[in-house]
């Protein structure tokens, strides 16, 4: 892991009054660079070629001649070949020479090597850099292992197909679609079998992958993905926020629950097993009788954390829930930086959000407001990695 103390000094050598804040343009960029153009900073983004429209030309920033935003967020769209490219030696000269501090997304720990995020790449982070690799479920300090620790709820894993007494969704990486998922769900053992060799002849899943995969009991209920906020830098309030709650649109799985069930029976092979490809997200609420259990859960995830992972969570963090028939949370997935469904929140907040600071808070917003606080207090290593 790199040094902290070697990224405080290159932070230390920043020109505050020019700070820009970077993301790789992809999962939730948009949400970082609308949140920061909010609190002033001037944005740039690190783009794949044939994936930079969105940001070079649609949301592109136009100012006037004072500075101000007249359209648009994405002040700088730098393009590469390669998300990898980001990481070179050259382009972290660059960032440093324009004073970025870059607040990490999925995409970032899924296209650069977590080596290179740990090791080599030397440019401020916003955020928790040593809690990055723990979002691998291969990991042997996953985020399972974590929450297991903190005494947080998460599904009962099922150690061997062969157990299979009820319905559990079986989680792997998709074949093809690096960032996406080739989970499936089985209620038996001879359903795991049956629907495991489809995918695999379909190339949808890998034989290799399945061997790894965790095999978890199916929770039957709603999902919520909570966006929490932990603020290093407050001092009077409570330092756990909650920003937002989101929840997922999933192909082809969305599109399957819109058929009658006459009509899925007569779907072919192919088209009979749902994928679990997230597409998109909406903004939702949870009743307020649930949310004291959430925050409490929020606040062992920290405490727990802080514990294995000194300094622990800044910032951002994502605790995606399924609640059960009984009210019960459980957690099957974490993670720990931006989440991805925070695009919800892009321009207009979220009523949790938006509540807490009087004016629309998205994520974006609420990580560049962070910035500038350790900016003016001259409190920045507190929150950078």
Aim: hydrophobic letters at 40%.
């Amino acid at each position: 892991m790199i040094d902290r103390q070697e990224i405080f000094d290159i932070a230390h050598g920043y020109d505050t009054k020019a700070i820009k804040v970077g993301a790789l343009a992809s999962h939730s960029a948009l949400d970082i660079a609308d949140g920061a153009a909010e609190e002033g900073f001037r944005t740039v983004l690190y783009c794949q070629k044939g994936r930079e429209a969105t940001y070079a030309r649609y949301f592109k920033a136009r100012r006037n001649a004072s500075g101000a935003l007249e359209r648009g967020f994405v002040d700088e769209a730098h393009v590469f070949d390669s998300f990898r490219k980001t990481a070179s030696p050259a382009v972290q000269e660059q960032m440093r020479t324009d004073n970025v501090i870059f607040v990490p997304n999925r995409s970032f720990t899924s296209y650069v090597d977590m080596e290179t995020v740990e090791d080599r790449f030397a440019v401020p982070l916003f955020g928790s850099r040593n809690m990055l690799r723990m979002e691998e479920r291969s990991e042997q300090q996953s985020y399972y292992w974590l929450l297991e620790k903190g005494g947080l709820p998460f599904p009962e894993k099922i150690d061997k197909p062969e157990d299979i007494d009820a319905l559990v969704v079986v989680k792997l990486h998709h074949a093809k679609k690096k960032l996406e998922r080739g989970f499936f769900t089985a209620a038996s053992y001879e359903e795991y079998v049956e629907k495991s060799h489809k995918l695999i002849e379909q190339g949808v899943i890998t034989a290799e992958a399945l061997a790894g995969a965790r095999i978890e009991r199916y929770i039957i209920g709603p999902v919520f993905n909570f966006d929490f906020f932990y603020s290093p830098l407050e001092e009077e309030l409570e330092k756990v926020e909650l920003l937002g709650v989101d929840w997922r649109f999933e192909s082809s799985l969305d599109g399957h629950v819109r058929l009658p069930a006459g009509q899925q029976l007569t779907l072919n092979d192919a088209q009979a097993l749902p994928e679990y490809t997230v597409c998109g997200h909406n903004s939702a609420t949870v009743r307020e009788s649930l949310l004291e259990k959430a925050f409490e859960m929020a606040e062992k995830f920290v405490a727990v954390a802080k514990k294995h992972y000194d300094p622990g969570i800044i910032g951002p963090f994502c605790l995606q829930t399924c609640i059960d028939k009984d009210l019960n949370y459980y957690i099957y997935d974490v993670a720990p930086r931006v989440g991805g469904g925070t695009n919800v929140h892009l321009g207009v907040g979220h009523p949790y959000g938006n509540s807490l600071y009087r004016a629309p808070m998205s994520t974006g917003r609420r990580v560049a407001r962070e910035i500038r606080r350790g900016i003016e207090e001259e409190r920045l290593d507190e929150i950078l990695s």
